[in-house]
């Protein structure tokens, strides 16, 4: 209060007025230089944060590391914990056959409708229609889970597993293996549904981004909309757009409980997409309430935990950098 | 020729309006279905009352442990991830550093955004290992302030961005330092888009499962200290899914349709609230 005074009423106390003016702005300054400190570190600290998730879980996972090899982690199939053993196989497999159903099923229709919605739609619409996708990006995890459990499984149990099996059943990748709907399928339509909005919202962003001079280059020549849209504009967006899928494919890699509920967790390497599979993360999920009574399992899962940050940030950083690229360009 | 064309283009507009009204369809029928399953199972008890004894075996109670812990852990969390996204993302839009060290700690944010959250309660759990804390409220608000961030910082920075900068440079020119224009100028502008970014991280963490398993356990009490474990809706939403009996499996549909009607609801107040304070914006 005193030197807000002092500066307000120079002619009281005058012999003080230029050391408190001068003690005013020293605090303000100072207070500035605290608070720029202070954020510095925050913002340090942001960038640690990373490296802290590898090393954190590196240090928990390094007993199973000493005592298995590597190659005997990644390309074993036997999985039997009480007895030592640890064979990620069947669930790096699960893994990677339920994203690569659910990238199959979902990246189609997002990529046409991130090209609707970019290329083709009126702005007002389309201003109309973002939100709803959004919305779907902020349904949580569980409530997928619930509705692959009580609309796709029944559907997959008994309409597409029967009729599927009857077309294709000759190949063993289509045979109906498995009497309930729960399996790599279920999983892999649940996860596709998930990761529609992300990719829609970043294709569309990236094919916004094409200069309209191109498009307008093109019609002149006479290239039909589709013609324009197939030949100039996806093609110069064609790097964007792959990481678009790119982050798609790492948020399926990831995602838990939904597929957890739908996917049917058995340990075992999935030949047929009816076939139950066993995620990675569905394994760490599951297994929270006994591992800490079996000698080596948390460092097991803790491993588990980093194969998926390691494949995460490989794929994150990939497309960060192509998606930085365009922008700056 | 020109038919062929033609073709083309009606085939290729065809698929496209298919597949939005696919996308859109899907939206439509998950709620759809947590609604027409959810709402029938829905009663008073279930929102007022805590598990009883046998409850899990179809017996009554309800859900207020999950309701209130979730709202705990996803407010202490938020409150907790402000303190550090509001600094960062200031600091990120206002203060001068190296490009450099932007650009790692915008890499590092994105990367935050990607990790999956069971990896979050994988990393929460090995902390709190090496701090020798024990599955707790605590914890869970720890790991999900953790998850918060990046979205958080990536929203604000967003919303401090739209600010002009003649506003930010006049307040400068009247000799302001960076901090009292942070606090006074460019908080009061960015408010609606801050308000959205923090609405959006505490949907993202009432809705998450994944990292809330490992680090706050679960429990049929309601959440009266920070070092004990917390129950949360989507936890009791897999538990009871998980049950064989079909009335307890009810009552995990009507759980669902509560986190739905919380998450959408947060999502639309923040769309109302950010066009409300937008009136009061300089722009």
Known sequence: ?329 | MKIKRKLTEFLVNSLMVLSTLFVVGCLLLILGTVIRRGLPALDLAMLTQIPQGGYYLGKEGGILNAILGSLCLAGGATVFSILFSLPVSIYLQLYPSSPTTRNWIHLSLDVLWGIPSIVYGAFGFSLMLFLGMRASLLGGIIVLALLEFPIMVRGMEEAIHMIPVELIESSYALGATRLETSLRVVIKQAFPGLVTAVLLATGRAIGDAASVLFTSGYTDQLPYSLLRPAASLPLAIFFQLNTPFPAVQDRAYAAALVLTVIVLGLSIISRLLSARFNKNIIR
């Open chain 1, 1 to 329: 209060m005193k030197p807000v005074k002092i500066i307000l009423l120079p002619w009281i106390g005058k012999k003080q007025k230029p050391a408190s003016r001068d003690l005013v702005r020293r605090t303000r300054s100072s207070r500035d230089r605290a608070s720029r400190v202070s954020m510095r570190i925050l913002a340090v600290f942001t960038g640690v944060l990373v490296p802290a998730f590898v090393i954190i879980l590196f240090l928990r996972a390094r007993p199973i590391l000493e005592s298995h090899s590597l190659l005997t982690l990644l390309f074993s199939s036997s999985w039997r914990p009480t007895q030592g053993e640890f064979g990620f196989l069947p669930f790096i497999t699960g893994t990677l056959a339920v994203t690569m159903v659910a990238m199959i099923i979902g990246v189609p229709p997002s990529l046409l409708t991130a090209i609707y919605l970019a290329e083709y739609l009126h702005p007002r619409i389309r201003s109309l229609l973002m939100p709803i996708i959004d919305l779907l990006a902020g349904i949580p995890s569980v409530i997928y889970g619930i509705w692959g459990v009580l609309t796709i499984v029944p559907f997959i149990q008994h309409t597409l597993m029967p009729a599927v099996n009857g077309w294709l059943g000759f190949s063993p990748l289509f045979r109906a293996t498995n009497p309930t709907g729960y399996g790599v399928l279920a999983g892999g339509i649940v996860l596709a549904v998930m990761v529609f909005p992300i990719i829609i919202a970043v294709a569309e962003e990236v094919i916004r981004t094409v200069p309209l001079g191109l498009r307008e280059a093109s019609w002149a020549l006479g290239a039909s909309k589709w013609e324009t849209t197939s030949r100039v504009v996806l093609r110069k967006s064609f790097p964007g757009v792959m990481a678009a899928v790119l982050l798609g494919f790492s948020r399926a890699f990831g995602e838990t409980m939904a597929v957890l509920m739908v996917v049917g967790n058995v340990a075992q390497v999935p030949r047929s997409i009816f076939d139950p599979a066993y995620p990675l993360t569905a394994l760490i999920a599951n297994s929270y309430g006994e591992m800490m009574s079996i000698p080596l399992y948390d460092a097991a899962l803790m491993g588990a935990a980093l194969i998926l940050l390691l494949v995460v940030i490989l794929f994150n950083l990939a497309s960060r950098l192509v998606l930085e690229r365009i922008k700056y360009s």
